[in-house]
């Protein structure tokens, strides 16, 4: 199952925008070494220099990812090769000291923006909180979020065979599939406790969809069919 699942062209337009503003709010800088105010990030147009990457930019800007639940991880993996190939310190060995800790703190923005994006989890509570302003883990989890984990949980524990398994797979792609579609609504409604509820409902069923696909590979499960 390929949960490749991406907001609605009007929201990631959205969230282009604010951090479109983001990065041209920080982008006129004053070069360290020839003092020459640049729009750009990377290298000064004048001496060369290595310049300093913004603090505030967001992963999904640094990495050049669009904005999504669960990212492009082709682009991702790409972009990431290529970012940390070109600002690794060991490509300043011969440079200022100056050159070298900005390229060290490149290195570590651009490895902290990797891991934030290739997972899910992590990713998608970014992208919740760029869209609304406030952090998922600070919402509390509804009761029927809750109450579905339960009844959930307590399905699982009585699987005993693959045709089982699988079916309850099924049944959670199913699951996942209408949680995504709500929390697509409820973006575009501006919606954020929605939003959080079936966000919420999605990592969850997503953990859980690993987790049973996880147990499918485990030889005590039951051949029958």
Not at 6 to 24: E, F, H, I, P, T
Not at 47 to 64: N, R
Request: glycine share 2%; aromatic share 10%; with cysteine.
């Amino acid at each position: 199952m390929c949960l490749q699942i991406q907001m609605r062209k009007g929201d990631v337009a959205a969230v282009n925008l604010s951090m479109s503003n983001q990065s041209k709010a920080a982008t006129r800088i004053i070069c360290w070494n020839c003092q020459e105010i640049v729009c750009q990030f990377g290298n000064c147009s004048s001496c060369h220099k290595l310049l300093p990457q913004p603090q505030e930019i967001d992963p999904f800007t640094l990495l050049g990812v669009e904005p999504s639940i669960d990212v492009d991880f082709e682009t991702l993996e790409k972009n990431y090769l290529k970012l940390i190939h070109q600002f690794h310190p060991d490509q300043f060995i011969t440079k200022s000291q100056t050159e070298k800790t900005i390229a060290q703190s490149y290195s570590a923005q651009i490895n902290n923006a990797y891991k934030a994006l290739k997972c899910p989890f992590s990713s998608s509570k970014l992208l919740f909180s760029m869209v609304f302003g406030q952090a998922l883990d600070d919402i509390p989890d509804p009761a029927p979020v809750l109450l579905e984990i339960f009844e959930l949980n307590e399905k699982r524990m009585y699987l005993t065979s693959i045709i089982q398994a699988q079916n309850f797979v099924h049944e959670i792609e199913t699951k996942i599939d209408t949680a995504v579609g709500e929390y697509d609504a409820a973006i575009t409604q501006k919606d954020q406790l929605k939003a959080a509820h079936f966000l919420k409902t999605f990592l969850y069923l997503f953990k859980l969809h690993q987790d049973v696909q996880q147990n499918l590979l485990n030889p005590s499960f039951d051949q029958a069919t």
